[in-house]
T-cell receptor, first 113, second 114 residues
Framework: NAGVTQTPKFRVLKTGQSMTLLCAQD?????MYWYRQDPGMGLRLIHY???????AKGEVPDGYNVSRLKKQNFLLGLESAAPSQTSVYFC????????????FGDGTRLSIL | AQSVTQLDSQVPVFEEAPVELRCNYS??????LFWYVQYPNQGLQLLLK??????LVKGINGFEAEFNKSQTSFHLRKPSVHISDTAEYFC????????????FGQGTTLQVKP
């Protein structure tokens, strides 16, 4: 039972490059989330999805795009990477919203040079 | 707007001593409250949650938290810590909308010393 799997685990990019982070869950969860974690700032929500084919903006969406074409996958894209996007990115999923706990992946460490 | 404040960024404590990690929140509506733990190089794991009912909530690994509505607090406690409890702890609040969105505090690093 893999839970939430994020790929890649580490990546170094140059400013202006693009990339896609993949999140896959095998728990048949409806809701999925992308967060970024920066020192002293906790986790901040980038984008989220309440079901296949839906996406919505979170607290810090600028510079990111997402897609949820399949229920089990949630993709996070950086079209033109900037040094300010250097961070650890976490994906999470939950059965539904409200009081359901979120299940997290192990994170992707992304450095933008 | 909702917010969560974890009052201590780092809490050093000796093994087998009690510990309290403090969390205050602000919200104008009913909330759900959570504590998550993050071990080094891992994702977050749910420790416990408050949804309604009894204000004392018990979680995994011997942790418990008390919801205090009048003080808008949700402090995490453990009577006797172990070296293995060394980790970062996050308090989070959900506004109760159907989006499930969480607002996290800044995190508290618990350092358990032998």
């Amino acid at each position: 039972n893999a839970g939430v799997t994020q790929t890649p685990k580490f990546r170094v990019l140059k400013t202006g490059q693009s990339m896609t982070l993949l999140c896959a869950q095998d728990m048949n969860h409806e809701y999925m989330y992308w967060y970024r974690q920066d020192p002293g700032m906790g986790l901040r929500l980038i984008h989220y999805s309440v079901g296949e084919g839906t996406t919505a903006k979170g607290e810090v969406p600028d510079g990111y795009n997402v897609s949820r074409l399949k229920k089990q996958n949630f993709l996070l894209g950086l079209e033109s990477a900037a040094p300010s996007q250097t961070s650890v990115y976490f994906c999470a999923s939950s059965r539904t919203g409200n009081y359901q706990p979120q299940h997290f992946g192990d994170g992707t460490r992304l450095s933008i040079l | 707007a909702q917010s969560v404040t974890q009052l201590d960024s780092q809490v050093p404590v000796f093994e087998e001593a009690p510990v309290e990690l403090r969390c205050n929140y602000s919200s104008s509506v009913s909330v759900y409250l959570f504590w998550y733990v993050q071990y080094p190089n891992q994702g977050l794991q749910l420790l416990l949650k408050y949804l309604s009912g009894s204000t004392l909530v018990k979680g995994i690994n011997g942790f418990e938290a008390e919801f205090n509505k009048s003080q808008t607090s949700f402090h995490l406690r453990k009577p006797s810590v172990h070296i293995s409890d060394t980790a970062e702890y996050f308090c989070a609040v959900s506004e109760g909308s159907n989006t499930g969105k969480l607002i996290f505090g800044q995190g508290t690093t618990l350092q358990v010393k032998p």
